[in-house]
């Protein structure tokens, strides 16, 4: 009998467990689990997850670039209400760009070009009272769209492949009750009509693919299931699509593509083509047709579109050896009293939230899922600040309503303690690192009271120490996240309405980097210098990012805007916690953030 090692040219690895990291191409393709008795290997899967939902629903959009890299634009929320708006996609959340010139939909939903390099051509600029299209051509580079040549067939729903400089356009609708299979191609600065015709003069093809190797799927009416191939010069008749159906939403090459969704009506199926046949595979979680779709057959974007009803929701494709989870925020727990401008410290699964507004000393424990009130603090106060884990924290400073406080308490998991005195009284600052080494930065003063203060003090376990290091941007209202040598502040009140300016701290002088997104006062954070996540705040909002340790990212929002708000700042970016704060009255409700989840799969193989 022929060995594994004949065939591949290497042996089986001899694991005690299935490994969690997956390349491959290394020799863990295949595995034995000598705890479990069993041969396994890596198994391909097909899944879609939630992505970001953008700002303006609306279907007939195009898109460019990546999953991880998008941009999604023009489209309509109705048929009578067609859009300019762009909307750039990071991975996690979206965010609003310049607008287009030309408001129109039913432009060719598949990707041409990148985030910064992109193309948009053609489409409908009016439905009702009458029908109008357009070839109209505006090109993306990255900062505002700009008019070029026009299309030489003005045409609606149509289909479409390439990149920014070298594209395709074949059939689609040309008036009311006219269709075409014309084809012209685009060499970044005019149109040229080529002799070939795709042999489906209709609406509603679907198509990815590039400008001299494309697929064209699809189409109504009357609604087929035909599918030709173009190889720079001619269409070519290829294997029917499984079902008939337009609108469909593609993305990938010539011979490596996946199609999904359309209306017959609002379909669920995904496809997978080879460069010769289509293969069913993970159905969409929930039916929608005339999307924007962009991507690769292993890792691909549709957004918008009707599922049934124009929606702005994105939803992610990836076919390897990983299924993932999207990031969100979920409910937890509910604190027992709401407060705002409470401490926070902790972690997502361990946490402590100690006084607040109205002024109180009480003290409440989570254990991941319910909030337990415990010991008090022996100095009732407001806007207060602390660091530190579930059964070793410290906590200074804050609002005795009235007057602000100097007084430090440490807690040790079931009491507090009174500790040595700030130098500098001080409210709602920034503190980071653990209970034995300690900075708080900024706040409030006492003299006058709120004024924002930019002195910073380290903390030995014991006592306070002024350091020389002061905020190259005094403030209040803010928050830091870190340890005492390597820590972060973003954020704040600078006296007069909000700022988003962040600073670094490494253990003896504070240094300006990018500042956030979406400058605002009274957030909540989590992480670490290098890796931070920041939410909620004034408005009250509901906006999250993402630091890296060079610049801000917009993630999902919270479920409930909030502002005031308390976090265990021990979390991480990938695992936050946000409680109680203010949204028009006094919240009790728990967010729990989990960042995206990749899990490996694999598959048992048979012995024999």
Same mark, same amino acid.
């Given at each position: 009998?022929?060995?594994?090692?004949?065939?591949?040219?290497?042996?089986?690895?001899?694991?005690?467990?299935?490994?969690?990291?997956?390349?491959?191409?290394?020799?863990?393709?295949?595995?034995?689990?000598?705890?479990?008795?069993?041969?396994?290997?890596?198994?391909?899967?097909?899944?879609?997850?939630?992505?970001?939902?953008?700002?303006?629903?609306?279907?007939?959009?195009?898109?460019?670039?990546?999953?991880?890299?998008?941009?999604?634009?023009?489209? !309509?929320?109705?048929?009578?209400?067609?859009?300019?708006?762009?909307?750039?996609?990071? !991975?996690?959340?979206?965010?609003?760009?310049?607008?287009?010139?030309?408001?129109?939909?039913?432009?060719?939903?598949?990707?041409?070009?990148?985030?910064?390099?992109?193309?948009?051509?053609?489409?409908?600029?009016?439905?009702?009272?009458?029908?109008?299209?357009?070839?109209?051509?505006?090109?993306?580079?990255?900062?505002?769209?700009?008019?070029?040549?026009?299309?030489?067939?003005?045409?609606?729903?149509? #289909?479409?492949?390439?990149?920014?400089?070298?594209?395709?356009?074949?059939?689609?609708?040309?008036? /009311?009750?006219?269709?075409?299979?014309?084809?012209?191609?685009?060499?970044?600065?005019?149109?040229?009509?080529?002799?070939?015709?795709?042999?489906?003069?209709?609406?509603?093809?679907?198509?990815?693919?590039?400008?001299?190797?494309?697929?064209?799927?699809?189409?109504?009416?009357?609604?087929?299931?035909?599918?030709?191939?173009?190889?720079?010069?001619?269409?070519?008749?290829?294997?029917?699509?499984?079902?008939?159906?337009?609108?469909?939403?593609?993305?990938?090459?010539?011979?490596?593509?996946?199609?999904?969704?359309?209306?017959?009506?609002?379909?669920?199926?995904?496809?997978?083509?080879?460069?010769?046949?289509?293969?069913?595979?993970?159905?969409?979680?929930? #039916?929608?047709?005339?999307?924007?779709?962009?991507?690769?057959?292993?890792?691909?974007?549709?957004?918008?579109?009707?599922?049934?009803?124009?929606? !702005?929701?994105?939803?992610?494709?990836?076919?390897?050896?990983?299924?993932?989870?999207?990031?969100?925020?979920?409910?937890?727990?509910?604190?027992?009293?709401?407060?705002?401008?409470?401490?926070?410290?902790?972690?997502?699964?361990?946490?402590?939230?100690?006084? /607040?507004?109205?002024?109180?000393?009480?003290?409440?424990?989570?254990?991941? =899922?319910?909030?337990?009130?415990?010991?008090?603090?022996?100095?009732?106060?407001?806007?207060?600040?602390?660091?530190?884990?579930?059964?070793?924290?410290?906590?200074?400073?804050?609002?005795?309503?009235?007057?602000?406080?100097?007084?430090?308490?440490?807690?040790?998991?079931?009491?507090?303690?009174?500790?040595?005195? +700030?130098?500098?009284?001080?409210?709602?600052?920034?503190?980071?690192?653990?209970?034995?080494?300690?900075?708080?930065?900024?706040?409030?003063?006492?003299?006058?009271?709120?004024?924002? +203060?930019?002195?910073?003090?380290?903390?030995?376990?014991?006592?306070?120490?002024?350091?020389?290091?002061?905020?190259?941007?005094?403030?209040?209202?803010?928050?830091?996240?870190?340890?005492?040598?390597?820590?972060?502040?973003?954020?704040?009140?600078?006296?007069?309405?909000?700022?988003?300016?962040?600073?670094?701290?490494?253990?003896?002088?504070?240094?300006?980097?990018?500042?956030?997104?979406?400058?605002?006062?009274?957030?909540?954070?989590?992480?670490?210098?290098?890796?931070?996540?920041?939410? #909620?705040?004034?408005?009250?909002?509901?906006?999250?990012?993402?630091?890296?340790?060079?610049?801000?990212?917009?993630?999902?929002?919270? =479920?409930?805007?909030?502002?005031?708000?308390?976090?265990?700042?021990?979390?991480?970016?990938?695992?936050? +916690?946000?409680?109680?704060?203010?949204?028009?009255?006094?919240?009790?409700?728990?967010?729990?953030?989990?960042?995206?989840?990749?899990?490996?799969?694999?598959?048992? +193989?048979?012995?024999?």
């Amino acid at each position: 009998m022929t060995t594994y090692n004949e065939i591949a040219g290497r042996r089986v690895n001899f694991l005690s467990s299935d490994p969690t990291y997956v390349d491959t191409n290394s020799d863990g393709q295949v595995w034995y689990n000598s705890s479990t008795a069993t041969l396994k290997s890596w198994l391909p899967t097909g899944t879609w997850s939630s992505g970001g939902t953008m700002g303006t629903a609306r279907y007939g959009l195009g898109g460019a670039g990546t999953q991880t890299a998008a941009l999604a634009f023009a489209g !309509g929320a109705t048929y009578t209400s067609l859009s300019t708006s762009t909307e750039s996609y990071n !991975g996690i959340a979206w965010t609003a760009l310049n607008s287009m010139g030309t408001a129109r939909y039913r432009i060719v939903s598949t990707g041409i070009g990148t985030q910064t390099a992109a193309l948009a051509f053609g489409g409908n600029t009016q439905v009702s009272p009458s029908f109008i299209v357009t070839g109209i051509t505006e090109s993306w580079n990255g900062t505002s769209w700009s008019p070029v040549a026009s299309m030489n067939t003005t045409r609606t729903s149509f #289909g479409g492949a390439g990149i920014q400089t070298a594209a395709l356009a074949f059939s689609g609708r040309i008036s /009311g009750p006219s269709f075409t299979g014309a084809t012209e191609s685009w060499n970044g600065s005019a149109w040229t009509t080529l002799p070939a015709t795709n042999p489906v003069a209709k609406s509603g093809v679907g198509s990815f693919g590039t400008q001299t190797a494309a697929i064209s799927v699809g189409g109504s009416p009357p609604t087929v299931a035909t599918t030709n191939s173009w190889n720079g010069t001619t269409w070519t008749a290829t294997t029917d699509y499984p079902t008939a159906s337009y609108a469909l939403m593609g993305f990938g090459t010539q011979t490596s593509g996946i199609v999904a969704g359309g209306d017959t009506p609002t379909a669920t199926l995904t496809t997978i083509w080879n460069g010769t046949a289509w293969t069913a595979t993970s159905s969409l979680p929930t #039916g929608r047709d005339a999307g924007a779709s962009t991507g690769t057959q292993t890792s691909g974007l549709i957004t918008g579109g009707r599922a049934p009803s124009p929606t !702005g929701t994105s939803i992610e494709w990836n076919f390897g050896v990983y299924s993932y989870s999207a990031a969100a925020w979920a409910s937890g727990g509910n604190v027992n009293t709401g407060r705002t401008y409470m401490a926070g410290f902790g972690t997502q699964t361990a946490a402590i939230k100690a006084g /607040g507004n109205p002024t109180t000393n009480q003290t409440e424990s989570y254990n991941g =899922s319910a909030w337990t009130n415990v010991n008090n603090l022996n100095t009732a106060r407001s806007d207060f600040q602390a660091c530190g884990t579930q059964t070793a924290g410290v906590g200074a400073g804050g609002y005795l309503s009235p007057g602000v406080s100097n007084a430090t308490e440490k807690y040790n998991g079931s009491t507090w303690t009174t500790s040595g005195n +700030l130098n500098t009284s001080r409210y709602n600052a920034a503190v980071f690192g653990v209970d034995t080494a300690a900075i708080i930065a900024g706040g409030g003063g006492a003299s006058p009271v709120g004024v924002a +203060l930019s002195a910073t003090e380290s903390f030995n376990g014991s006592t306070w120490t002024t350091t020389p290091a002061t905020l190259n941007t005094a403030r209040r209202l803010t928050v830091g996240t870190g340890i005492n040598t390597a820590g972060l502040i973003f954020s704040g009140n600078p006296g007069t309405g909000v700022t988003g300016a962040t600073e670094s701290y490494n253990g003896s002088a504070w240094t300006s980097v990018n500042s956030m997104n979406t400058a605002r006062n009274a957030l909540g954070g989590a992480g670490t210098q290098t890796a931070s996540i920041a939410f #909620g705040g004034n408005g009250p909002s509901a906006a999250t990012e993402s630091w890296n340790g060079t610049s801000w990212s917009n993630l999902p929002n919270m =479920s409930t805007a909030r502002l005031a708000l308390g976090s265990a700042t021990k979390g991480t970016q990938t695992a936050a +916690l946000a409680f109680s704060g203010f949204s028009g009255g006094i919240l009790t409700a728990t967010e729990e953030w989990t960042g995206e989840v990749a899990t490996a799969n694999s598959k048992t +193989l048979t012995t024999s």
